[in-house]
Nanobody
Framework: QVQLVESGGGLVQAGDSLRLSCVASGRTFSRNAMGWFRQAPGKERDFVAAISGSDGGTYYGDSMKGRFTISRDHAKNTVYLQMNDLKPEDTAVYLC?????????????????????WGQGTQVTVSS
């Protein structure tokens, strides 16, 4: 059974940093893209970042560029999201996702439908 478990969320002040982790179990995703999405109450699930399995290419949502960094550790089957200069509008539940197949384009990896596996999420709250 595949499981994705996020951790690292919390309550921080504007300008602070957090590092989220997502540990995958049940199968290896080293050749598959993994991503982060976020969802605030009453809002749609938004793309945050993705990292490909083939070449390690990274992709970011427009408001995250320059502040967030996605990375992965294949040996640990883990993907990370380093978030710097956090803003109140970053407040949301952050969810980790993984594709069941290899591949994906810079466009498709931004879509929630491209991912088959999801974690339960970790809450990030940024106070002003």
């Amino acid at each position: 059974q595949v499981q994705l478990v996020e951790s690292g969320g919390g309550l921080v002040q504007a300008g602070d940093s957090l590092r989220l982790s997502c540990v995958a179990s049940g199968r290896t995703f080293s050749r598959n893209a993994m991503g982060w999405f976020r969802q605030a109450p009453g809002k749609e699930r938004d793309f945050v970042a993705a990292i490909s399995g083939s070449d390690g290419g990274t992709y970011y949502g427009d408001s995250m560029k320059g502040r967030f960094t996605i990375s992965r550790d294949h040996a640990k089957n883990t993907v990370y999201l380093q978030m710097n200069d956090l803003k109140p509008e970053d407040t949301a539940v952050y969810l980790c996702a993984a594709r069941s197949f290899q591949g994906g384009t810079s466009y498709s990896l931004r879509l929630a439908d491209a991912y088959a596996y999801w974690g339960q999420g970790t809450q990030v709250t940024v106070s002003s």
